[in-house]
């Protein structure tokens, strides 16, 4: 068993938001998703151990149907503040795409400087292997080729001085994508920490 104390979910298609605490299992589950009058094809949330449930400095917040975030203490007056993502696929419009990352500017810019800040989710990205022109951003460990959801991701990074960091680690392929295209073989990525 995993000793997780904190995932981020991605695609949950629960309606609005809430929480649910699974008292077997030791989670509590928080979630933000759109109306039950909308079409749920989003959703994001956070596992948290129960027992953590508790120092949190308050509960997560929501941003919107692909964005959330909390923070936990760490020692001193800091925090951690974790922001769970999941970005538009490929086919969605440029637009959406647009208005994901535009969300996501404003939620890290709500982050106070002095807090740690760790990124999680689901960004349908394939960030290759140009490592040299997004230094300090990609890691040496590539993935597979870039898709059209590549610069979006890295030009964010970039701005606020983030590491991808599964391209940053020696793992074997498996740990580094989530899923493989059955006709293609290229691999989608999620990207566990910015």
């Known amino acids: 068993m995993y000793n997780i104390q904190t ?35 989003a959703g994001v949330g ?3 151990r129960s027992n953590l ?9 929501r941003f919107n149907d692909r964005l ?5 203490p760490l020692k001193g007056k800091r925090h951690a503040t974790f922001i769970s993502a999941y970005a538009p696929t490929m ?18 810019a709500s982050v106070p400087k002095e807090d740690k800040l760790v990124i999680l989710g689901d960004f349908n990205a394939r960030v290759g292997a140009d490592y040299q022109t997004w230094e300090g951003v990609i890691g040496r ?9 590549d610069h979006l991701l890295l030009k964010s990074c ?14 074997p392929n498996r740990n580094k994508t989530s899923w493989v295209h059955p006709r293609s073989e290229h691999c989608i990525s999620f990207i566990t920490s910015l």
Request: charged letters at 30%.
């Open 158 to 171: 970039a701005a606020h001085d983030l590491l991808i960091t599964n391209t940053d680690f020696c793992i």
């Open 7 to 41: 995932a981020a979910l991605s695609e949950t298609r629960f309606a609005d938001e809430g929480q649910l605490t699974e008292v077997k299992a030791g989670y509590t589950f928080f979630w933000s998703g759109r109306s039950s009058d909308e079409r749920r094809e």
């Open 68 to 72: 959330m975030s909390t923070q936990l």
């Open 53 to 61: 449930f508790s120092k949190l400095a308050s509960l997560p917040k």
């Open 91 to 108: 086919t969605h419009p440029e637009e959406t795409k647009d208005k994901f990352y535009e969300d996501l500017e404003s939620l890290i």
């Open 141 to 149: 460990n590539k993935i597979d080729k870039s898709n059209s959801n």
């Open 46 to 48: 956070f596992a948290i």
